[in-house]
T-cell receptor, first 114, second 112 residues
Framework: ELKVEQNPLFLSMQEGKNYTIYCNYS?????LYWYRQDPGKSLESLFV?????AVKQEGRLMASLDTKARLSTLHITAAVHDLSATYFC??????????????FGKGTHLIIQP | DAGITQSPRYKITETGRQVTLMCHQT?????MFWYRQDLGHGLRLIYY???????DKGEVPDGYVVSRSKTENFPLTLESATRSQTSVYFC???????????FGQGTRLTVV
């Protein structure tokens, strides 16, 4: 059974600071996704990481994937209030036959204070 | 409107009733998924579909039924609703196994 663990689950930080969210998963997979969710809203795709060593950056967010360590990170640089949201990592439960749906971490609730 | 839409957005139903949540996408994506989101559990996969007439169970399928007679529609039916099925339900679709899934706005279901 694929398990996805995020940490921390809650994070309060000040604007201008840097921080990293970690996502560990339990079985082999080379497809990992990061999503953002604002309160009461749907999920918005942030990054798609499809191979070992993949790194993607968008604005103040950067995501990376180490498939050997079964670890992905989401790094926030010089945080701003607008980045306050819940961030989910998700791993594809691909079993060889196609897309089998995603297994999500429990999410990291991020609050960025002025 | 282009994209993926769910209906209704909010639903209150009584225990034991049958209820169907609708999901429609305009991209002709092959893959469609149903997830439920609960506090403390994150999102969990209920059912998924790789194409029309092909469906399979996810992590938490008990009490739910799906069908996919057309590529663009993927309804989720609760055959006899229970309070434990109170949740926010998200439908999603993706074009291929190498691309992200796009999520609908969600349906907030309350079973009383």
């Amino acid at each position: 059974e694929l398990k996805v663990e995020q940490n921390p689950l809650f994070l309060s930080m000040q604007e201008g600071k840097n921080y990293t969210i970690y996502c560990n998963y339990s079985t082999t997979s080379d497809r990992l996704y990061w999503y953002r969710q604002d309160p009461g809203k749907s999920l918005e795709s942030l990054f798609v990481l499809l191979s070992n060593g993949a790194v993607k950056q968008e604005g103040r967010l950067m995501a990376s994937l180490d498939t050997k360590a079964r670890l992905s990170t989401l790094h926030i640089t010089a945080a701003v209030h607008d980045l306050s949201a819940t961030y989910f990592c998700a791993v594809d439960m691909y079993s060889g036959g196609g897309a089998d749906g995603l297994t999500f971490g429990k999410g990291t609730h991020l609050i960025i204070q002025p | 409107d282009a994209g993926i839409t769910q209906s209704p957005r909010y639903k209150i139903t009584e225990t034991g009733r049958q209820v169907t949540l609708m999901c429609h996408q305009t991209w002709s994506h092959s893959y469609m998924f149903w997830y439920r989101q609960d506090l403390g559990h994150g999102l969990r996969l209920i059912y998924y579909s790789a194409a029309a007439d092909i469906t399979d169970k996810g992590e938490v399928p008990d009490g739910y039924v799906v069908s996919r007679s057309k590529t663009e529609n993927f309804p989720l039916t609760l055959e006899s609703a229970t309070r434990s099925q109170t949740s926010v339900y998200f439908c999603a679709s993706s074009e291929s196994i190498w691309q992200e899934a796009f999520f609908g706005q969600g349906t907030r279901l309350t079973v009383v």
